[in-house]
């Protein structure tokens, strides 16, 4: 079992960073894929960013890349995600995930929900323009 606590969302101005976490605890931390995805109101849940378990290989959807990008610690069990020059479309609550199967190949990250199986609360962010 994995438990996963989100922090660092709030209201920024159109241009302004914001600096996500992920505290992970329950089960060996480094052994899990994570990622982050993001819902807004009215929209279905979508892919943000994947991390492999080592955080060698990374990926986004174009809508990010460039802005954003997914870090991890595998010493404090912390998943990051630093967003910078935010726009109003990213306003949305985030939420971090993990995928429950050890992957053993540590350059494999997964971008489909259905891929993780532990999620957190999600944490709001609005970005004003």
């Known amino acids: 079992q994995v438990q996963l606590v989100e922090s660092g969302g709030g209201l920024v101005q159109a241009g302004g960073s914001l600096r996500l976490s992920c505290a992970a605890s329950g089960r060996t931390f480094s052994s899990n894929a994570m990622g982050w995805f993001r819902q807004a109101p009215g929209k279905e849940r979508e892919f943000v960013a994947a991390?492999?378990?080592?955080?060698?290989?990374?990926n986004y959807p174009d809508s990010v890349k460039g802005r954003f990008t997914i870090s991890r610690d595998n010493v404090k069990n912390t998943v990051y995600l630093q967003m910078n020059n935010l726009k109003p479309e990213d306003t949305a609550v985030y939420y971090c995930?993990?995928?429950?199967?050890?992957?053993?190949?540590?350059?494999?990250?997964?971008?489909?929900?259905?891929?993780?199986?532990?999620w957190g609360q999600g944490t709001q962010v609005t970005v004003s323009s």
């Open positions: 991390i492999s378990r080592t955080g060698s290989s990374t």
């Open positions: 995930a993990a995928r429950g199967t050890v992957s053993y190949r540590g350059n494999v990250y997964y971008t489909e929900q259905y891929e993780y199986d532990y």
